[in-house]
T-cell receptor, first 116, second 114 residues
Framework: AQSVTQLGSHVSVSEGALVLLRCNYS??????LFWYVQYPNQGLQLLLK??????LVKGINGFEAEFKKSETSFHLTKPSAHMSDAAEYFC??????????????FGPGTSLSVIP | DSGVTQTPKHLITATGQRVTLRCSPR?????VYWYQQSLDQGLQFLIQ???????AKGNILERFSAQQFPDLHSELNLSSLELGDSALYFC?????????????FGPGTRLTVT
């Protein structure tokens, strides 16, 4: 069964430092890949997604992620962290195998703290 | 604002009771998803509806049920509530519910069972 792992349940970075949040998936057929962000007391919001084409995907708020098939990874990065980036980040996948439904599997989440 | 609305925002009830959570999808979205988020289980997919019909089931308990009405709003019914049902319940919607599509999440309903 498809699964998603996120290395590090909690990551702390200094303001202005590089943000790197790790995500790996399990399937042999690369799935659709997503990163969502959840700010405190809010629902999830899509940051970016990879479906096909260019493996480096740019999203909102300066985030980007690179799909690496050989590493079954889809790590999320941002060159310079802002205080407003403090939130929970979820990697998610959806199978490419054609079915009648769209089931998205979410990773356990990584809580990002930004230190002033 | 995602355009997805959920009511109520907070709900406190006792064990054994039944509650109904309501979700209105974004205008034009035909597919509705329900998720449960708890500290120990993370974000779990419960069920998906598309244009009034059940399309997929995830880790939904038999005590839980859902439906999507002709106006496309959806309700999640939770019965015989247990302490372990305390969680955040999210509704999400998408245009078609096809694979690879973006889901838009509502703000959630926080359920506390005492």
């Amino acid at each position: 069964a498809q699964s998603v792992t996120q290395l590090g349940s909690h990551v702390s970075v200094s303001e202005g430092a590089l943000v790197l949040l790790r995500c790996n998936y399990s399937s042999s057929v690369p799935p659709y890949l997503f990163w969502y962000v959840q700010y405190p007391n809010q629902g999830l919001q899509l940051l970016l997604k990879y479906t096909t084409g260019a493996t480096l995907v740019k999203g909102i708020n300066g985030f980007e992620a690179e799909f690496k098939k050989s590493e079954t990874s889809f790590h999320l990065t941002k060159p310079s962290a802002h205080m407003s980036d403090a939130a929970e980040y979820f990697c998610a996948v959806s199978d490419r195998v054609k079915t009648s439904y769209d089931k998205v599997i979410f990773g356990p989440g990584t809580s990002l703290s930004v230190i002033p | 604002d995602s355009g997805v609305t959920q009511t109520p925002k907070h709900l406190i009830t006792a064990t054994g009771q039944r509650v109904t959570l309501r979700c209105s999808p974004r205008s034009g979205d035909l597919s509705v998803y329900w998720y449960q988020q708890s500290l120990d289980q993370g974000l779990q997919f419960l069920i998906q509806y598309y244009n009034g019909e059940e399309r997929a089931k995830g880790n939904i308990l038999e005590r839980f049920s859902a439906q999507q009405f002709p106006d496309l709003h959806s309700e999640l019914n939770l019965s015989s509530l247990e302490l372990g049902d305390s969680a955040l319940y999210f509704c999400a919607s998408s245009v078609t519910g096809t694979q690879g599509g973006e889901q838009y999440f509502g703000p959630g309903t926080r359920l506390t069972v005492t």
